[in-house]
């Protein structure tokens, strides 16, 4: 795993220090509902999750593990629109939780939101999206991928394995930073890459506009889509429109996971999302009951991880258990 700022490394010895401190108190932890106080705490978890992206299945589930084992009220919501979005995190601010962990997809929309939260006294953790804005708007801590990097290395490996090929980055939802930036990051290691902005709402119109791509342009040898779902999909347009594209994706699901060891898809770059919500929720937990600071160092880097039919094997059992 390649990574700037802070490593998994670092993210493991915060988990270890939660795990010590749940079996160290008395009153509080994953029995006691938050420490030595004995105080139950309430945190809120505000994401852009679109209905039926499978994708934030592995992040909730990690952060109602992190919620069971340190005594954690968690609430959960979610709105694809940035608008509604920052009011559900406005929401959360006026029901007077105890800490917010959100998503920042389109951080001059939801940012605000979020300042307001830290200035009522209210911690915040940044996580999946916005690794480039969280401190501008007092977020203590990010954790997630750095999608430029992630980009990069798969535009690395493509041009290795297709040298003098053209490569299509799809985009599912036009302006969120993240997806944005995994498609720059693809173009500055893969020049020849352009980006195809699909409704990722509409997995029918995702293949159809795919397909009809690759029967315009038979020169296109490779297809990058940004999430597991769009990846399947994008597998159903190559075949329908007889081309020899590979396809190479972000994130994975269990069908996802059994392509790539079936040699459908080529490879994915997983970003962790069980990890991301694990650690969104245990760092707020940290905070409230033991006082570690949230505001230091750069941002937690959950991935990129390249996973291909090298390394498969082992995960494909955690994929249908919808931890990776």
């Not at 297709?162 to 290691?189: D, F, H, N, Y």
């Not at 293949?207 to 597991?228: P, Y």
């Amino acid at each position: 795993m390649r990574s700037t700022g802070r490593s998994l490394g670092s993210l493991v010895a915060v988990a270890a220090a939660a795990v010590t401190l749940a079996a160290c108190s008395s009153q509080g932890g994953a029995q006691g509902g938050g420490g030595a106080s004995g105080k139950s705490y309430t945190i809120a978890m505000v994401t852009h999750e679109a209905p039926g992206d499978t994708f934030w299945d592995k992040i909730r589930n990690g952060a109602e593990q992190a919620a069971k084992d340190h005594g954690i009220t968690l609430k959960y919501s979610n709105d694809p629109d940035a608008g509604n979005q920052a009011t559900l995190v406005q929401n959360a601010v006026s029901s007077k939780v105890d800490g917010i962990a959100t998503t920042l997809p389109t951080p001059a929309a939801i940012g605000p939101a979020a300042q307001k939260a830290v200035q009522a006294g209210i911690p915040v953790v940044a996580f999946n999206a916005g690794k480039d804005a969280y401190k501008q708007y007092g977020a203590g801590m990010y954790f997630g991928s750095d999608e430029d990097l992630a980009g990069q290395t798969v535009g690395t490996k493509i041009v290795q394995q297709s040298p003098g090929g053209k490569t299509v980055c799809v985009i599912q939802e036009q302006g969120q930073v993240q997806l944005e930036g995994r498609c720059a990051g693809v173009k500055k290691t893969d020049p020849s890459s352009e980006v195809l902005y699909v409704n990722g709402r509409d997995l029918p119109s995702v293949q159809q506009t795919i397909g009809a791509k690759l029967q315009q342009d038979r020169s296109i040898t490779d297809v990058v889509t940004l999430g597991a779902d769009i990846a399947l999909a994008a597998q159903k347009a190559v075949a329908d429109s007889g081309s020899q594209a590979k396809i190479a994706t972000f994130d994975l699901n269990a069908d996802v996971a059994q392509q790539i060891q079936n040699g459908g898809i080529n490879f994915s770059v997983d970003q962790q999302p069980y990890v991301q919500g694990y650690m969104a929720v245990t760092a707020l937990w940290l905070n409230l009951t033991n006082g570690n600071d949230i505001g230091g160092g750069g941002p937690v880097l959950t991935g990129p991880s390249i996973v291909d039919q090298s390394n498969i094997g082992p995960i494909v059992a955690y994929t249908k258990n919808n931890t990776r």
